[in-house]
Structure formats: C-alpha cells, structure tokens
T-cell receptor
C-alpha cells in the first residue's frame, strides 16, 4: 500500500499565475513562522518570515498571511515563474527550545509553461 | 564568503559502523542545529546547541550523538544504534535570534 509521507501534496500552476501554498501549524504558543524553498538535493532557502504579532508580511513577489485563530499560515507567490518550482516548507519555532524550528511536511510546487 | 560547510556530500556506511558528519560555520553564529530529512518529508530536529559545550536533544536524538567543543563546529555522529540511518542530513546555524538562519548543503548518508 501507499506509505504516508512519501507523496507530497502537489500544486500545479501555470507560469504567470499566482500561487497559494497553505500550512497548518501545531502549537498555539509559537511566535515565529518562516517559509523555506528547497530544490532537489539542496538545503532549504529562506523566503520570508513573520512574527505572531503580525497577520501579514510582504516581500518581493511573496506574501505571508498568518491566522492565529485557526493556526494557519499561507504563502502567496505572485506571477509564478518556472524557477519557483520546488518544495516549500513552513516552520514554526519550538517553544522554549532556543531557535530550533519545527517543520511541516512540505508542498511541491510545479510551474508549467 | 561566510557560510556553512557540510562534508562529505555523499557518505556510505556499512551496517554496524559509526560515522561522523562534519558541519563547520564561519558566520560567528552562536547556535547550531542538526536536522534529518527523509524522502517526501519535512525536516526533523536531531540535536541543537545554543552555546559551546552545551547541547540539547531534539525530537529524534536516539542513535545520534554530537559535540560542541568549538563555536564553529558541530559534528554529528550516527551510531550503530540508529536503526534507519539512511537519510539527508542538514546542518544549520543562527545568531542569537531567528533571523539569519542559514543551512548547509547537506550530507546524504546511505547504509549499504
């Protein structure tokens, strides 16, 4: 049978469209959240972060939205490009564990021409 | 250029052997971390160290050991007690804040 965790959720979008990647986090006490992009065989690359005292933060072509009521985080990518194809992870801080991060399982974004 | 260096990039180990993965940073970061990544999954925390000569277990520390004798170095030993060691291992560091979190390029360990 299929093993849980071996198949990432996949989002397929056309080049030029906007992408929205969603993430549910686990700890209501977390106060820092971060999005990473990971290409195959490489380490994660920082995209954008947000603290719990904010509900929206914008970067270059990216926006992160935080809904603490339902413990939900989203990453919006504007005008998605083929170079955006990668796996995207959200992470939250471990409470009382220094600056260690607790990662979600990831979403694979595929941008088609 | 400042950064984190992990070596080797690929590592093969026979069952029953211990193996040590290297992680060196020249960013003057206080905290360092080891994460494990399995195919199709996120990163899981193995160990972390906030200062020299001190480290704490993460979620999956069993079968692993670390040391932090120097600020720049945080080697990870995968012992024979780790039952399923084949994975992609990532090292990271931060200054004393969340900003500036930097990852190495990873070591892919395969047990043969």
């Amino acid at each position: 049978g299929e093993s849980v965790g071996l198949h990432l959720p996949t989002l397929s979008v056309q080049e030029g469209d906007n992408s929205i990647i969603n993430c549910a986090y686990s700890n209501s006490a977390s106060d820092y959240f971060i999005w990473y992009k990971q290409e195959s065989g490489k380490g994660p690359q920082f995209i954008i972060d947000i603290r719990s005292n904010m509900d929206k933060r914008q970067g270059q072509r990216v926006t992160v939205l935080l809904n603490k009521t339902v413990k939900h985080l989203s990453l919006q990518i504007a005008a998605t490009q083929p170079g955006d194809s990668a796996v995207y992870f959200c992470a939250e801080n471990y409470v009382n564990s220094g600056y260690a991060l607790n990662f979600g399982k990831g979403t694979s974004l595929l941008v088609t021409p | 250029d400042g950064g984190i260096t992990q070596s080797p990039k690929y590592l093969f180990r026979k069952e029953g052997q211990n193996v040590t993965l290297s992680c060196e940073q020249n960013l003057n970061h206080d905290a360092m971390y080891w994460y494990r990544q399995d195919p199709g999954q996120g990163l899981r925390l193995i160990y972390y160290s906030q200062i020299v000569n001190d480290f704490q277990k993460g979620d999956i520390a069993e079968g692993y050991s670390v040391s932090r004798e120097k600020k720049e170095s945080f080697p990870l030993t995968v012992t024979s007690a780790q039952k399923n060691p084949t994975a992609f291992y990532l090292c990271a560091s931060t200054p004393a804040s969340f900003g500036g979190y930097t990852f190495g390029s990873g070591t892919r360990l395969t047990v043969v």
